[in-house]
């Protein structure tokens, strides 16, 4: 479905002004305005889609009804005879559950470091969030920036909510997962001196946005995948687990899976565990659409929660400035922060720009939010929903034709496939539900409150406040993915195999629930979201 | 989707796996699935066109040629039969990156189909995504790791391209090995990343950030109000 001609009309008024918002610099907003806004028009700040929950180790903390659900919620395994004497089906000292970005660096490095390792994940090795970074993946490598400069965006961006250690940990590391990248054979935009091209994002002092095109993660992925086969790690798809096993004295010492097709359940006993399952968006918070990843329900959250595991910011989601709102089969589909980053402007209705087209998610989000609902000066569509232009030919304005090929292939391609050019026409967007800032809590070694238990990646919380920015989450799944990795390889190479793996705390969970009458019949993790017969 | 669309919707039929549905023509062929009730377990993944997961074959009724597409990049047709790959058994051939070269030699005890093609081209017949797949294969063949990293970088592995091949190149996994070769063998290495990485690992850079861990949240504001931003 191309523009319809209401679209086409309304459209003029984005190329009127075009010419003349080319070097137009809008000015940013002052700390107090940015305050106004999110609290006004931010999905976080908005109480009625949030509740308490009733059970486990943080009862009283307080997250969105969506997720609530999920940790309000029976094991899949009620009802279900596990025979715990039997041989275990896997037995190594390193499991690590999800095969995304965080989960494959972790089994890199447990690997190296002499570990026997087992990655299990719940669709294909590689079916990830990872895989749809488009922008970028921040580092400062340049002479004019320090991990210093980029500490100091990373707490400013996260509303300085940001475990201190945890974001040292992730500015000081990434030079370091560059370099290891480089090595590795990933195809970053370089110079022909070898010199990354470096660009900016959403809150970044420096330009240190490195970029593979627009296909940064799905890049990475690929490089880290082919490197976990080229060295034998033992993978296993289709098969998440759905309970963490413990040992009598409450450690981590393996997990029950489950295998999707045969519908069958399997122990896997590890003397250390990785949690890197990512994140909830498929839980759609507050109906929003979302730029997630198909098994993106909070799996790792719930299954390390039931085994005591400590949250952090379970309350802060964060939604994308730029997801696709037109034509339909685009929408929730991420638009790519890169876009803004080289120059294309958001407008309202009147084809004015209204907002810095550079400020931070959750700044840049609340402002579409406002124009849209409390202003009125969004584009109504014929889907029903109102938007915002983006106006992408901007780019090749500022940057010479050409440019958005070469830099964009991927967004030019999508847009494409709907007969939506975007050299010549703006795009349609408007926020949609992208990360999961908060999550399980985890020490600088990744480490969780459960002894012998791991999170890395979107499953953990605390690094980036309550507010990520661009280019950090693929360093974050890399920075607490080696050091997971690390970890858990030389802590298993300290102990023993567990003995006595039982799930008496689910057991307790269950007893939980029932005396405060928070389940229902609710089962989790769910896995797959429901999008049939809608 | 909202009442006012629903009503005015055109509707399709299509054949899934032989079954005929009746579905919205604006829906892609994986939400059509889904709409014919359909809770996808393989051949679903990122929904957005990035990681090859939902690759499918289909034909429109009357016609002769067979089609293909992402399931998740397509929009139904009338007339629309249709399957999905949800896994092909290809070879990935192992190998330690720090032991091979981009040399024509080495990349041929890896992949020596590669040298088999018949150019046919049935390859970039097939590709969602508009690669010259056949070329990168000449490119392989002549060693020229650089043109042919260049030229698969959009590749998702979605794996039609082998579905079709009559001498069963797997090219998504060449092309792999022609991008790594080329990345650290051929592009240089940036030489002010690995003084950074010595620096950090010297702990050359500690005390500066160690400093910011230890500032309070008001010098943070401060400090985070007054940086200089790079233009």
Same mark, same amino acid.
């Given at each position: 479905?191309?523009?319809?001609?209401?679209?086409?009309?309304?459209?003029?008024?984005?190329?009127?002004?075009?010419?003349?918002?080319?070097?137009?610099?809008?000015?940013?907003?002052?700390?107090?305005?940015?305050?106004?806004?999110?609290?006004?028009?931010?999905?976080?700040?908005?109480?009625?889609?949030?509740?308490?929950?009733?059970?486990?180790?943080?009862?009283?903390?307080?997250?969105?009804?969506?997720?609530?659900?999920?940790?309000?919620?029976?094991?899949?395994?009620?009802?279900?005879?596990?025979?715990?004497?039997?041989?275990?089906?896997?037995?190594?000292?390193?499991?690590?559950?999800?095969?995304?970005?965080?989960?494959?660096?972790?089994?890199?490095?447990?690997?190296?470091?002499?570990?026997?390792?087992?990655?299990?994940?719940?669709?294909?090795?590689?079916?990830?969030?990872?895989?749809?970074?488009?922008?970028?993946?921040?580092?400062?490598?340049?002479?004019?920036?320090?991990?210093?400069?980029?500490?100091?965006?990373?707490?400013?961006? %996260?509303?300085?909510?940001?475990?201190?250690?945890?974001?040292?940990?992730?500015?000081?590391?990434?030079?370091?997962?560059?370099?290891?990248?480089?090595?590795?054979?990933?195809?970053?935009?370089?110079?022909?001196?070898?010199?990354?091209?470096?660009?900016?994002?959403?809150?970044?002092?420096?330009?240190?946005?490195?970029?593979?095109?627009?296909?940064?993660?799905?890049?990475?992925?690929?490089?880290?995948?082919?490197?976990?086969?080229?060295?034998?790690?033992?993978?296993?798809?289709?098969?998440?687990?759905?309970?963490?096993?413990?040992?009598?004295?409450?450690?981590?010492?393996?997990?029950?899976? @489950?295998?999707?097709?045969?519908?069958? @359940?399997?122990?896997?006993?590890?003397?250390?565990?990785?949690?890197?399952?990512?994140?909830?968006?498929?839980?759609?918070?507050?109906?929003?659409?979302?730029?997630?990843?198909?098994?993106?329900?909070?799996?790792?959250?719930?299954?390390?929660?039931?085994?005591?595991?400590?949250?952090?910011?379970?309350?802060?989601?964060?939604?994308?400035?730029?997801?696709?709102?037109?034509?339909?089969?685009?929408?929730?589909?991420?638009?790519?922060?890169?876009?803004?980053?080289?120059?294309?402007?958001?407008?309202?209705?009147?084809?004015?720009?209204?907002?810095?087209?550079?400020?931070?998610?959750?700044?840049?989000?609340?402002?579409?939010?406002?124009?849209?609902? *409390?202003?009125?000066? %969004?584009?109504?569509?014929?889907?029903?929903?109102?938007?915002?232009?983006?106006?992408?030919?901007?780019?090749?304005?500022?940057?010479?034709?050409?440019?958005?090929?070469?830099?964009?292939?991927?967004?030019?391609?999508?847009?494409?496939?709907?007969?939506?050019?975007?050299?010549?026409?703006?795009?349609?967007?408007?926020?949609?539900?992208?990360?999961?800032?908060?999550?399980?809590?985890? #020490?600088?070694?990744?480490?969780?409150?459960?002894?012998?238990? @791991?999170?890395?990646?979107?499953?953990?919380?605390?690094?980036?406040?309550?507010?990520?920015?661009?280019?950090?989450?693929?360093?974050?799944?890399?920075?607490?993915?080696?050091?997971?990795?690390?970890?858990?390889?030389?802590?298993?190479?300290?102990?023993?195999?567990?003995?006595?793996?039982?799930?008496?705390?689910?057991?307790?969970?269950?007893?939980?629930?029932?005396?405060?009458?928070?389940?229902?019949?609710?089962?989790?993790?769910?896995?797959?979201?429901?999008?049939?017969?809608? | 989707?909202?009442?006012?669309?629903?009503?005015?919707?055109?509707?399709?039929?299509?054949?899934?796996?032989?079954?005929?549905?009746?579905?919205?023509?604006?829906?892609?062929?994986?939400?059509?699935?889904? @709409?014919?009730?359909?809770?996808?377990?393989?051949?679903?993944?990122?929904?957005?066109?990035?990681?090859?997961?939902?690759?499918?074959?289909?034909?429109?009724?009357?016609?002769?040629?067979?089609?293909?597409?992402?399931?998740?990049?397509?929009?139904?047709?009338?007339?629309?039969?249709?399957?999905?790959?949800?896994?092909?058994?290809?070879?990935?051939?192992?190998?330690?990156?720090?032991?091979?070269?981009?040399?024509?030699?080495?990349?041929?005890?890896?992949?020596?189909?590669?040298?088999?093609?018949?150019?046919?081209?049935?390859?970039?017949?097939?590709?969602?995504?508009?690669?010259?797949?056949?070329?990168?294969?000449?490119?392989?063949?002549?060693? #020229?790791?650089?043109?042919?990293?260049?030229?698969?970088?959009?590749? &998702?592995?979605?794996?039609?391209?082998?579905?079709?091949?009559?001498?069963?190149?797997?090219?998504?996994?060449?092309?792999?090995?022609?991008?790594?070769?080329?990345?650290?063998?051929?592009?240089?290495?940036?030489?002010?990343?690995?003084?950074?990485?010595?620096?950090? *690992?010297?702990?050359?850079?500690?005390?500066?950030? #160690?400093?910011?861990?230890?500032?309070?949240?008001?010098? &943070?504001?401060?400090?985070?109000?007054?940086?200089?931003?790079?233009?």
């Amino acid at each position: 479905m191309a523009y319809t001609p209401q679209l086409k009309e309304l459209m003029k008024k984005v190329e009127e002004t075009r010419a003349s918002r080319v070097g137009e610099e809008y000015p940013r907003m002052s700390p107090e305005e940015r305050r106004e806004v999110l609290q006004k028009f931010h999905p976080d700040y908005i109480e009625d889609g949030f509740r308490e929950i009733k059970v486990g180790i943080d009862k009283g903390i307080r997250m969105t009804n969506e997720m609530a659900d999920v940790f309000e919620s029976y094991s899949r395994l009620r009802g279900v005879e596990i025979d715990f004497k039997a041989e275990p089906d896997y037995d190594v000292d390193v499991l690590i559950i999800g095969g995304g970005g965080a989960g494959a660096s972790a089994a890199l490095k447990a690997h190296e470091a002499g570990a026997n390792v087992l990655l299990t994940t719940k669709l294909r090795f590689g079916d990830a969030n990872t895989m749809m970074a488009q922008g970028g993946i921040q580092a400062a490598d340049k002479e004019n920036d320090t991990p210093a400069i980029h500490y100091l965006d990373v707490v400013g961006g %996260g509303r300085l909510e940001n475990i201190p250690e945890l974001a040292r940990a992730l500015v000081m590391d990434a030079p370091l997962v560059i370099k290891w990248l480089e090595d590795l054979g990933t195809m970053f935009d370089k110079n022909e001196g070898g010199t990354m091209i470096t660009s900016h994002g959403g809150g970044t002092s420096r330009k240190r946005m490195h970029a593979a095109r627009d296909y940064t993660g799905a890049e990475i992925m690929r490089t880290l995948r082919d490197e976990v086969y080229n060295k034998g790690i033992n993978v296993v798809e289709f098969s998440p687990a759905v309970e963490i096993l413990l040992d009598q004295q409450g450690r981590a010492g393996g997990a029950v899976l @489950y295998n999707l097709e045969t519908e069958q @359940y399997l122990m896997a006993r590890a003397k250390t565990v990785i949690i890197a399952t990512g994140g909830s968006g498929r839980l759609h918070y507050r109906g929003f659409p979302t730029s997630n990843h198909y098994g993106a329900t909070a799996d790792g959250l719930i299954i390390g929660y039931r085994a005591g595991a400590k949250t952090i910011y379970t309350d802060s989601i964060q939604y994308h400035p730029t997801g696709g709102a037109f034509p339909p089969q685009l929408l929730g589909l991420l638009v790519t922060e890169k876009t803004r980053g080289l120059g294309a402007q958001p407008l309202n209705i009147n084809g004015e720009q209204f907002v810095y087209h550079l400020e931070t998610r959750d700044v840049e989000s609340s402002a579409i939010i406002r124009e849209c609902e *409390e202003r009125s000066l %969004g584009v109504p569509l014929p889907t029903g929903i109102t938007a915002v232009w983006l106006d992408s030919p901007l780019i090749e304005k500022i940057h010479g034709e050409g440019t958005i090929e070469r830099q964009l292939p991927a967004m030019l391609r999508q847009f494409q496939r709907f007969d939506v050019d975007i050299r010549k026409v703006p795009m349609l967007i408007y926020p949609t539900l992208h990360y999961q800032n908060g999550g399980l809590l985890i #020490d600088d070694q990744a480490h969780t409150s459960v002894e012998n238990l @791991y999170v890395a990646g979107e499953a953990a919380g605390g690094i980036h406040g309550t507010n990520r920015l661009m280019g950090n989450s693929l360093l974050d799944i890399l920075v607490f993915g080696r050091r997971a990795g690390m970890g858990a390889a030389a802590k298993s190479k300290e102990i023993s195999a567990p003995e006595g793996l039982n799930l008496d705390h689910v057991a307790s969970y269950h007893r939980e629930l029932e005396e405060a009458e928070a389940a229902d019949d609710r089962v989790g993790p769910i896995l797959l979201p429901h999008y049939t017969h809608r | 989707m909202s009442e006012t669309v629903k009503d005015t919707i055109k509707m399709v039929d299509i054949y899934i796996m032989g079954k005929r549905y009746t579905v919205p023509e604006t829906l892609t062929i994986m939400d059509a699935m889904e @709409y014919a009730g359909y809770q996808l377990k393989r051949g679903c993944g990122c929904r957005a066109g990035f990681c090859g997961a939902c690759a499918t074959v289909y034909r429109i009724a009357g016609d002769y040629e067979l089609k293909v597409g992402l399931a998740c990049q397509t929009k139904v047709e009338e007339g629309m039969y249709l399957a999905q790959i949800p896994f092909f058994p290809a070879r990935k051939a192992t190998y330690e990156l720090e032991e091979i070269r981009p040399s024509v030699a080495h990349f041929a005890q890896l992949y020596p189909e590669v040298f088999r093609c018949l150019g046919c081209n049935s390859c970039t017949k097939v590709c969602p995504q508009d690669i010259d797949v056949m070329q990168y294969i000449a490119y392989l063949q002549r060693g #020229d790791f650089a043109r042919a990293a260049d030229i698969s970088f959009d590749c &998702l592995m979605c794996g039609l391209c082998v579905s079709r091949c009559p001498v069963n190149i797997v090219h998504y996994n060449a092309a792999l090995v022609a991008r790594r070769l080329y990345s650290r063998y051929i592009a240089k290495p940036d030489a002010f990343l690995a003084e950074r990485a010595k620096a950090i *690992e010297a702990c050359e850079l500690d005390a500066e950030i #160690d400093e910011l861990v230890k500032a309070d949240k008001e010098k &943070l504001q401060e400090l985070y109000n007054n940086r200089e931003i790079e233009k």
